[in-house]
Each structure stands twice: as structure tokens, then as C-alpha cells.
């Protein structure tokens, strides 16, 4: 009766009482000692030092969960590598549809992949519009749905390809989840709130691992040399 020993042995170490010994020893060790730090002695009894063997770990502060280190040539949630599925979540949280311009198919404006991710384009004028009353009125975009105007005042979507001087070329990972998570302009903390419409309060929820992959994806694509402009305040701020 192999399976009913095995399951005996089993079950007699987990209700095994002299397990409890070394883990109330611990605790008893745990308490002492922050006593013994308090009153800031230095020599702690020969008696404790042993107990102090038995409960050392159960003092040691919970390990920290960590993301275990990723190679961008791992497979990953069903992808072949952490690129193919930053690619993937880029396109399915939308990142496209504001960093990529547009251009005019047979049915109408679809992305621009020579251009993807590359921001809003730095030479493409704004709509010819009233601002001021547009603020008060509704929102407006250009074509490529790049560039936006409202009441909060005018944004451009930024360039995201990897290009060191006008992209996230220069940028560590820790930067862009603070950018896409914490919604930080270049992802410096202290820096200003990113403006709509940028989605960043939903992409808050985003886990480590997603950031990260796109992260990789953004490093894997063509770099494009587009100095987007800076946001603008209201007209109301500014006359
Ligand atoms: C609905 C439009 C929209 C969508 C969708 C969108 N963005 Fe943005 N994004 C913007 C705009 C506009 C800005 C500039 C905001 C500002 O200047 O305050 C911006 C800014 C950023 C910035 C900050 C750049 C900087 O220089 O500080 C990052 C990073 C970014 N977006 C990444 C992403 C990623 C990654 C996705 C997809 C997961 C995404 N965005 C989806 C519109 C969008």
C-alpha cells in the first residue's frame, strides 16, 4: 500500500507538534532581540544566539516579489518573443490611433506604417479655427488625429520610435512606466501631467510586464527624426 504510507508520512509531518517548537522560538527570538536593539545592548545570550539559529528567517522582512529578468528572445504569454507581444498590445490599447498619422486610402484614412509611432508630424499645420470659442465649445483634431485642441489647450501626440533626439531613443524603461502609468511628461516624476487626450489613467493599470514589453517593441522599430511641438495652454492662459 504504497499511496496510503505515502499519504500517512505525509500527513503525520504536517500535524507533527515539535514543528511548532522552532516557530514560537523564532518568534520569542524576533521579540527579544527588538528589545535588546531598544535598550541598545550589544551581547546577546549564548541561549538566544541558538534559538536565533532556528528563527533566523522567520525575522527576515517577506522577499520582495521581483519580475524575473527578460530576454527580449524569450517566448511570452503565447508570443515568440517580448517584442511580438509589446507590437501586440501596442496595437490592441490603441497606441496607434494617436502616435501614428493617417493618410487617405480607398476608404478613407487608415495608419501610416512608414510613419508609425512617429508622433505628430512637425511640419503639419493646425486647423484654421477660432480656439478661444473652440474651448468652449468642443474639441478639434487635424486629419493625421495627431494634434488635438480643447479646453485644455492644444497636444501633439508624442514621437515615440527610438530615435535618440526627438523619440524615447534616450529613455530607460523606469521612465516610460512612469510616463504611460503615472502620466509624468518624459516620465521625470516631478515633471508636468500629460494632457488629453492621452489615455494614461487607463494604462495605469497595466502590469510590469506589459510596460515592459512595449518598452522592447518601441526599442525594436524603425527610429524617424519628428520634433514634435510642445503643448500649448488654453488661448484664455495665454491672452
Ligand atoms: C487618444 C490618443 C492617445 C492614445 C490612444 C495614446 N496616446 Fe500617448 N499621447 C497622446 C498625446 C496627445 C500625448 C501628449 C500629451 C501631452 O503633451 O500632455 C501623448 C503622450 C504620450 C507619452 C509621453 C511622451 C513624453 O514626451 O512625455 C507617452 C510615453 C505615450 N503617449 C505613450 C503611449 C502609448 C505607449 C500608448 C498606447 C499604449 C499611447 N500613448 C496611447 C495621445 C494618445
Redesign the pocket.
Known sequence: MTFSNTFFTKNQVQSNPTLIFPIITSRIYCLLNQLLKMKNRIIIPLGLSLIAVLGLSECQPAAKTELPELKPSEAINGFPTLEEYGKH??LV???H???TPKKMGPNGPELDFELQLSGHPAALPLPEIDRAELEQKGVAATQTLTA?IGPWGI????N?TPDDETG?GSWTEEQ?SI??REGR???IKTARQ??P???WDM?SHMTDLETKA?FAYLKSIKPIDNLVPN?MPPSHAVN
Not at 497636444?155 to 508624442?158: R, V
Open positions: 498590445l501596442t490599447s490603441g497606441c490611433d494617436c502616435h488635438w497636444t501633439y501626440a508624442a515615440l524615447t516610460f510616463a504611460l511628461y518624459k516620465g500629460l494632457l487626450p492621452m489615455p494604462y512595449i503643448a
